[in-house]
Structure formats: structure tokens, C-alpha cells
């Protein structure tokens, strides 16, 4: 069974960074490729980020390209999002999760983490 735990949410002020890691369990991390997605509330989950297995290939929403980066260290089993520049409509909860293969549909994922809480206010 795999299982995602994630980390480094919290409260930030506007134009601030923070970095999200997301520790994978259960299965060689360094086949799946991983996403994140958040969900503010009243809305409804949305795609933030994505990364083949490989890292070779990297996909950003238009609303975080140029701002967030996604990465992973396939020895660590451990993927990230590192939020710059953050803006008050980025608060939500984020979570990660796994897939056989990249994708923008939360559907299209097999696993989640139990997510983490970003705010971004002054």
C-alpha cells in the first residue's frame, strides 16, 4: 500500500516562500509520477503541479507557472513544491499524490496524502 505524508504548510505572508515535501511509502517512488493539488474552501480540488518519474518532464496550472517548482529526489522518496511569491488566492490545503503517469486530473491519481494547510494573509 503506498502512503504519502506530507509537510512544510503553514501561514505566510504575501510574497512569501514556502516549501511543501511530500515522503512516499510502500513502493519505489522513482516509478510514479507525482502531482500536486489543492483546494480552497468552497471550491473544488484543483491541479497545481505535476513530474514524470524521471523528472524529465515538469507541467504548471497558469496560475502558479513561474512561481511554484516541483521536483523530487527519487533517493529520498520525496517530491516538492516550492511556493514563491505567494499570493492570498494561493491559500488551500495542498496534497500530493501518485500516478503511473503525469496528469492534470485528480482521477487520474491512485494515492494521496492527507494534505496540508498553506495561508497566505498579512
Known amino acids: 500500500q503506498v502512503q504519502l505524508l506530507e509537510s512544510g504548510g503553514g501561514w505566510v505572508q504575501p510574497g512569501g516562500s514556502l516549501t511543501l515535501s511530500c515522503t512516499v511509502s510502500?513502493?519505489?517512488?522513482?516509478?510514479?509520477?507525482m502531482g500536486w493539488f489543492r483546494q480552497a474552501p468552497g471550491k473544488e480540488r484543483e491541479f497545481v503541479a505535476a513530474?514524470?518519474?524521471?523528472?524529465?518532464?515538469?507541467d504548471y496550472a497558469t496560475s502558479v507557472k513561474g512561481r511554484f517548482i516541483i521536483s523530487r529526489n527519487n533517493a529520498a522518496n520525496t517530491g516538492y513544491l516550492q511556493m514563491n511569491n505567494l499570493k492570498p488566492m494561493d491559500t488551500a490545503v495542498y496534497y500530493c499524490?501518485?500516478?503511473?503517469?503525469?496528469?492534470?486530473?485528480?482521477?487520474?491519481?491512485?494515492?494521496w496524502g492527507q494534505g496540508t494547510q498553506v495561508t497566505v494573509s498579512s
Open positions: 510502500g513502493r519505489a517512488f522513482s516509478g510514479l509520477a
Open positions: 513530474i514524470t518519474n524521471s523528472a524529465v518532464f515538469t
Open positions: 499524490a501518485t500516478a503511473e503517469l503525469i496528469g492534470r486530473r485528480s482521477d487520474e491519481y491512485d494515492h
